[in-house]
């Protein structure tokens, strides 16, 4: 009996073990860069959004301090460009349109991989495992004045999917406040759930705002037709639900 | 050994354990936050003879953390994971109830044993308690999973 019982008790392990992820590299965990400390930090003035262009990490995580200005200055700072094939990024516009201010990194080489870039001299920006091809692409957008509990990106939390080219992968950016611990994200085919997804940054600290890239791979994305996301506070309560339809290839 | 060669060596494993700890949606969540500690204080790793028990007790005590401010939160992941996307993870419903009727450290005394074969005096030294609290553990545990799995 005694044996039996050890018998279901190590198959009960052994799926547990097997249903475990993949560990992401090591690189995709890495701290994000301090600039200030906490007693720094002020009210919530910014959101961010990324714009995809590239190959971008499943699950890559970007985390946004949360006092950029409203003009901020952005330089990259590390890539993996060699010193003769410049990475530079435009000046932002300086009056913003609605808030929106936007950068647009250059390179003049293929398969620049772009890990940190700074906002106001201020390390506020790790993106790990972007690669942006040749010539120009905006990656990366910042908005300012979106407060959590309204605006375009502040709820439903998960933005419309973009079809990122050559690959075929759907890719959603999640943002978080301090107000939302998580996203649960649901990809279906308008019968089943082709995909499910926590999407929960853990690197940032109180206070920070946090864009989850979320990367699905091209034989979700094929059949998958709207979505839906429940965020939920520390407290497991949901805060609201949203969602939305993909528009087919 | 530095914090890459021994997220190279144990994240694999260390995230298998995690996943019995809390389930495999935030298993690479846990793992993640102990090894984003690390590359901040890699000096946690100088001196250690014997990575693993440092590593499993870390993974452990990120649990309990995490536990404490989200302990719905996880109860709701188990709970969606045997109809979401549960239903590719772990296909048998009947393992999740019997999981999520475990203490957290029965989950990992279980784990150690069953999966990874330690015998008692080393799960022991893993967790930093006594051998009676492992012993006391695994009975509890089997118990559980005895009318769990019946």
Known sequence: MKDQLDQRIHQLVTEVHDAAPVPPPLELIAP??????????????????????????????????????????ATVVESSVPSTAPVATTAPPTSAEEGRVAFEIESEADGVAITEVDVDNQRCLRIAGVETPAAASSILTCENDVQ?????????????????????????????????????????????????????????????????????PAEVSQNASSFTTELYDNDGTVVSVGGGTIPAD | MTVEAAYSKWAAALTQYAAMLVGPDDAGDVVGDVFARLLAEPERLDGLIDHRPYLYRSVLNAVRMRARSDRRRNRREWANSSSQHGAELLRDPAVVAAVRRLSVQQRAVTYLA??????VSTIAGILAVSEGTVRRQLARSRSKLREALA
């Open chain 1, 32 to 73: 994000q860069p301090t600039g200030a400390t906490a007693g720094s930090r002020r009210p919530i003035l910014a959101a961010a959004m990324v714009v995809i262009s590239g190959v971008v990490a499943l699950g890559a995580v970007v985390v946004l301090r949360r006092d950029i200005t409203e003009n901020p200055a």
């Open chain 1, 148 to 216: 959590p509990a309204g605006g375009p990106l502040a709820r439903p939390g998960v933005l419309a999917p973009q079809r990122e080219e050559g690959t075929g992968r759907l890719v959603f950016v999640g943002l978080h406040d301090p107000g939302v611990a998580t996203i649960l994200l649901r990809v279906d085919d308008g019968t089943l759930p082709l995909h499910r997804q926590v999407i929960e940054p853990t690197l940032w600290a109180p206070g920070d705002i946090a864009v989850a890239l979320v990367a699905l």
């Open chain 2, 114 to 119: 069953y999966w990874e074969d330690l015998d």
